[in-house]
């Protein structure tokens, strides 16, 4: 059966990933391993549950964890990739999904508390009930049928092309119960749902409109939108009925926004030392130092769903000659890589997945640093005395990368050119044509293994021709998308890892480590989403 493919088509959109559509449920429970060799404070399951239940008196909470502002609070608005990030980081505080992912990568309920396939075309949702918007308009089936449809609208192309495609309709069967149609098996659907389908009210959205809505906005969420200063902060307050026993436990926070000038000049440090803000994200690596030895504040650590990959370019010479692509693969110390580039905060991974995402292959190794089998493979390919390439730093990446990269690949008589474009001039740039690497950020919200696979293979078609593609991987990617049935799902995924992995069309260089600067007085569980969910955080 022919699918429409899940995610976008144009290739400059992997550079954009580290950003676009960073959206997850609450996180339930951290995955145990943490991403050694990293031994500062990396959060561990009991760093809430240890803490005394009673709250402390400060309930107030000032952050800052961008520089952006946000130019709406709608997420069902959004036509900035760039901007998507930052507002994701405040609505998933004012709405709720129907479905989410938990931090071990599985789909739990939300505002949907069961549900079952009726047939492989029907999806089937019980709701739950007694949930009120936070302006006391309930929550229910049409609500749900709403939100949906209001994603299907054409002023929001993108997002129907890209995501919930396979959508035919949605039914109320009753007040708490509604059924989504699909024109083929979908077995991501509920993935979309837990990340891209936030719930709105229908009768306030109707009342005020689309640009009110984006400046005023109301859920179901733990905490309710209260005021946006204009160039200075958001304030959300806590949600007293929210459906969530205990939850949140902050009565107020406020996201600050603070140039990128004044992070430069570690402004946005100082605040942190001297108690003004309680909580910050993403310092440079030198200056968590100061973060860590103060006695009010603290570092926290989790591995995350981010990763740094180099894809040697599969579309033309050389790289389209395997032997190259291992070569680059087997050149790289990515301990070493992870030390100097990232001071620590990284783990080598073989794949784009870990343990955090579903489908991932675990006995896959990463890849080994053997560059006297690299050197070799160059060699073989009909370059004996080495060639040249260049390669594309792309914005977000770390400065650092490009020298690292290029130190290891002259051991192996490849010579690289870096060129590190902002945003605006990567537009303009024909990647496959101009660039023999390309070095960036992928991030995978889905959970799922095969969202980055889907990005770099099945949504290339034009790379069948070359011999990066393996063969039959579009067929079995087209299979497992549509297998409803999650034990076979997962094992179609462990073959379509193993297929890329033996292929080489991507390195991976290692998976991120998120490091938060807070208050050391602050109870806060981090998300392997990266994204800052503070709805169960507290004060001690």
Not at 45 to 57: C, E, G, I, Q, R
Not at 302 to 313: A, C, E, G, I, K
Not at 373 to 387: N, W
């Amino acid at each position: 059966m022919k699918r429409t493919t899940v995610c976008p088509r144009y290739l400059c959109a992997l550079f954009y990933l580290a950003g676009l559509l960073l959206i997850y449920g609450c996180s339930a429970r951290l995955n145990e391993k943490s991403a050694t060799p990293i031994t500062t404070a990396i959060s561990k399951d009991s760093s809430l549950t240890a803490a005394p239940a009673t709250p402390s008196h400060k309930s107030d909470l000032n952050l800052c964890l961008s520089a952006t502002e946000p130019q709406t609070l709608d997420p069902g608005n959004l036509t900035d990739p760039n901007g998507i990030a930052s507002v994701y980081e405040i609505t998933q505080h004012i709405f709720d999904r129907l479905v989410n992912i938990d931090a071990a990568g599985r789909i739990v309920p939300s505002l949907a508390t069961s549900w079952e396939y009726l047939n492989p075309l029907t999806l089937q949702l019980y709701l739950r009930r007694d949930v009120l918007f936070h302006n006391g308009e309930p929550f229910n089936a049409g609500a749900v049928k709403f939100s949906l449809e209001r994603l299907f609208q054409a002023t929001i192309g993108r997002q129907k092309e890209n995501r919930l495609h396979t959508v035919a309709g949605v039914d109320i069967v009753d007040k708490y119960t509604v059924k989504i149609r699909t024109t083929v098996p979908d077995g991501l659907l509920l993935r979309q749902l837990a990340t891209l389908v936030f719930i709105f009210p229908p009768r306030y959205f109707r009342s005020v409109g689309k640009q009110t809505f984006g400046r005023q906005p109301i859920g179901t969420g733990p905490f309710r939108f209260t005021k946006w200063n204009a160039d200075h902060d958001i304030v959300l307050t806590r949600n007293a009925g929210y459906w969530v026993p205990a939850v949140p436990k902050l009565d107020r926070v406020t996201f600050q926004f603070i140039p990128t000038a004044d992070f430069k000049d570690h402004q946005w440090r100082n605040p942190l030392l001297n108690g003004q803000l309680d909580f910050i994200k993403q310092l440079p690596g030198m200056q968590t130092f100061k973060v860590q030895n103060n006695r009010e504040t603290k570092l926290v650590k989790t591995r995350s769903t981010r990763y740094v990959v180099l894809m040697p370019n599969p579309f033309k010479p050389p790289f389209s000659d395997i032997r190259l692509r291992r070569a680059v693969a087997l050149a790289i110390d990515r301990e070493l890589l992870i030390r100097l580039v990232a001071n620590g905060n990284g783990q080598p991974v073989a794949l784009l997945s870990s343990d955090l995402e579903f489908g991932h292959n675990e006995s896959l190794p990463a890849y080994p640093f053997d560059p006297d089998t690299a050197q070799a493979l160059v060699t073989k390919a009909g370059y004996p005395s080495g060639l040249s390439a260049r390669a594309l730093l792309a914005p977000g990446t770390s400065p650092r990368l490009g020298p690292v990269l290029a130190r290891f690949f002259k051991d192996i008589n490849l010579d690289i050119t870096v060129v590190a474009p902002d945003r605006r001039q990567l537009e303009k740039i024909n990647l496959v044509k101009d660039y023999d690497l390309w070095v960036f950020i992928a991030h995978n919200p889905l959970r799922h293994s095969a969202f980055l696979l889907n990005q770099f293979l099945v949504e290339r078609p034009s790379m069948a021709a070359t011999n990066a593609y393996p063969v039959g991987f579009r067929q079995k990617f087209e299979q497992m998308v549509s297998t409803i049935d999650t034990v076979e799902q997962a094992r179609l995924c462990h073959e379509l890892e193993r297929m890329a992995y033996e292929t080489y069309f991507v390195c991976p260089l290692f998976q991120i480590v998120e490091t938060y600067e807070v208050s050391k007085r602050l109870m806060y569980k981090p998300s392997p989403s990266g994204l800052v969910d503070l709805s169960e955080a507290y004060f001690q």
